[in-house]
């Protein structure tokens, strides 16, 4: 029996290669010092320290890609979103390269734009185009200058080192407090030809919904418009990363970015139809799988947990919903307890900022020792608390509230809250 | 140097006596077993068990009291609070008794408006009076049937040790994963009368804005008429309960009444003006400290932390701006780790639910260690770390935020995120 009742999310074939993947698309990764040079001014790169992770990423396309991207709404943006933002709207959605840094998130420091637009021009520079045609992104430590001397010297190692198969590399680099690596990749046809589309992600605290996550590169090399790019992207987003809270809190730097080098050589999907939603299922199987992995690499979690809601009106209340009982920290307390408490799970789908009535809503326990239903009518019952507990202490907990209000349903991705949690967020920055 | 720049919250002189410090209330608490009657079924009042704390509290009035009431805006309500406002409703805000029950929240369990209904009745056939006049309210687990046996066992020893000074057993009563009993009271002038308004307060898990608390219970001898009561209390409820947040969570079951006997034989009163200010500035004083003793109890807490936003163009927008600050788990986190991050602060006021520009803020942390700034007009700046780590070290740390958009001021109330509030969150109901 499956942890969730839809833990693949679709049935594209898996591959490996990450954001390299498809066609077109080289990666590599650096250890720069960049937060050696923030502690002591050493720079880290001219003594490199062996073991030390990936702080520095570069992806370099081919061909000039067409590119898409959903940003955070918080007001209080990194300046890499506010880089990233004005240069695809000077160029009408189209990049050539990325390049990324995790140890400082360029954030609330003053220098932070002119530092970001620094990245993008020492890229273009090696490769020869307008400084607009390149993605900036950062991650980690908000409030504090970024040094770009560390950075300047990665540059030459990281071009050099490009490669097809530089995805880990990368994937390593935009890391901060991720225990793992995330990255997926499907294969597809479209038009009677493969295609391939994959990506990488980092985050694991101050993760929430509205663009939940932090960094998310995903390429293809399918054929598609950027104005049909953005609508997946922006479609997908909302059922995958905006479903996703592991803190409640929503970073400043958070970016997903899509971008399509076309050499699948299909005819470009400009429209929607089988071949867009052929597209699209490839974009949400990938998506969900890193919403997954994001969620169970959540900082301090022992679980992943999902909370689907079924039987709601619409897709929009089945959303705020789940969403709700997985942000609940009460709830998460309970996962990590392994306690069947069912009142918490009524308590904030009563909270939930929706109209439709959830009062009269069954809940059950599911995992891969079995089902249990705990809550039925909006009523607690009386159950067997053995095998709630044999049910909850399982890795993988699916929360299923079926709401008897209509046929929508979602799924929302969280983790516990441990005491790990705490102890990882009361001294981040040392 | 004060912990906070407003932690007296006005100047009235402090008295003992709680909710029974005004004229005309008796109270009294006693152990009645309902948490051992859902375990096992035994009754604990027939065999008390020697320093077991009381689970059920009655509070009593000499004289039909003008009463007003707010309530949780879960929807998911506790049966209580359904029969409570079905009750002030028919009457016309009238009340002369509250029994109130803790482990146990009579809340989606089939039978809660019943045995709420039982509650009230047992008393007003005590007391001679119309069911309507009773207020009834519930704490403790959400969905499992509450024992109504051992209640109805309760009810004759609970009126026969009604006392003037039965404050302290009630307060205890009324108490769940409390630590400390939370009472608060004043006495003030009033058309030359001496009036005195106190009350008593329970919650430190489930605790959010809108309706932030659990169970308050606020008495007066001041004549006031029920709909300035009802005025005063959802006025001063906005900024004081309503400013509390200690994880996220709106309970089912919150509720605030405000009991008035007029025994101070002052002109009742009925409009705005002089009498009122003062009558409100006791409320106020006693609300907001209440509020503070249920920060600084919050589950797992070990630090009081509150948020100063300043320079709001708007009374709400300086709320919103300390409540998303105080809400943050990552911002909790660093407090507990005495990790003096502002670009957390920042992260969490960016946001915030306003319109308002955060983005050119002034960032402080203030403690009776001294104070210092660590964000200016929205930059993070280098500051003294030791210096910031001892003011962090405090069990009362102020964040003092000014916006430079205006003259408002907001006070909102949390604590730090610790260990402790996973471990007693993650088996709260054994």
Redesign the interface.
Known sequence: MKATNNANYGDLEYIEGGVCAAKGFKASGYYSGIKAYMQTGADGNESPVPGKKNDIALLVADVVCNTAGVYT?????GAPVIVTKRNLAANGGKAKAVIVNSGN?N????DGEEKAQAMCDMVAEKLGIASDMVIVASTG????VLPIEPIKKAIDPLFNSLSYTGNLEAATAIMTTDTVKKEYAVKFTVGGKECSLGGMAKGS??I?PNMATTLNFITTDCAVSTEMLQKALSDVVKVTYNCLSV??????NDTCMLMSSGLAENNEINSEGEDYDTFRAALYQVMANLTRMLAKDGEGATKLVTCVCNGAPDLDTAIIVAKSVI????VK??M??A?A????I???????ETDC???KADVYYISEAGKIL??EN???LKFDEDKAKEILSCDEIEIYVELHQGKAEATAWGCD???D??????????
């Open positions: 709404s918080n007001k209080v943006k998130a954030t609330c420091n003053g430590v908000i409030g504090q605290g101050m929430h803190d409640g809190d929503q970073s400043t942000r609940s920290p009460l307390c309970a990590y307890g306690d408490n069912c009142g918490r009524m308590c904030a789908m009563g909270y939930a009535d959830v009062t705990v809550c909006g009523l607690g809250l441990t005491y949690y705490v102890k990882i967020n009361g001294d981040y920055r040392s």
